[in-house]
């Protein structure tokens, strides 16, 4: 493990853009995604075969990190949960005051 060179109050949230964890919640993504617009639903089908392969990375990475830096990695979504805002509503409660922020997306 890797010593943290910086303040406890300093943290790290890796961001996303997120997908639902099960097919169910997919027509609600596609709302939130396409601002309430109607979509095709080939577009809905084609995103069946997507669902999470975008967040199990990222969790993966927070974890390694973790287990590197030896402290908790946050991690927001810009388009599903857990979104970037209450993440980073969670960070403040955890008496984050300053965060590093990856974004993997590109």
């Given at each position: 493990?890797m ?9 790290i949230?890796?961001l996303?853009?997120?997908?639902p964890d099960?097919l169910?919640?997919?027509h609600?993504y596609l709302?939130?995604?396409?601002g309430?617009r109607?979509y ?5 089908m ?5 669902t ?13 990190l973790?287990e590197?830096?030896?402290?908790k990695i946050?991690?927001?979504m810009?388009?599903w949960?857990?979104?970037?805002l209450?993440?980073v ?6 008496g984050i ?8 997306a590109p």
């Amino acid at each position: 493990m890797m010593e943290w060179p910086h303040a406890a109050s300093d943290g790290i949230i890796l961001l996303a853009h997120g997908t639902p964890d099960v097919l169910g919640e997919m027509h609600a993504y596609l709302k939130l995604v396409t601002g309430g617009r109607a979509y095709p639903r080939k577009l809905f089908m084609n995103c069946r075969s997507a669902t999470r392969r975008t967040v199990y990375p990222t969790l993966r990475q927070a974890a390694l990190l973790e287990e590197r830096l030896g402290r908790k990695i946050y991690v927001g979504m810009r388009n599903w949960t857990p979104f970037i805002l209450d993440v980073v509503e969670e960070m403040k409660r955890d008496g984050i005051t300053k965060a590093k922020t990856i974004c993997l997306a590109p």
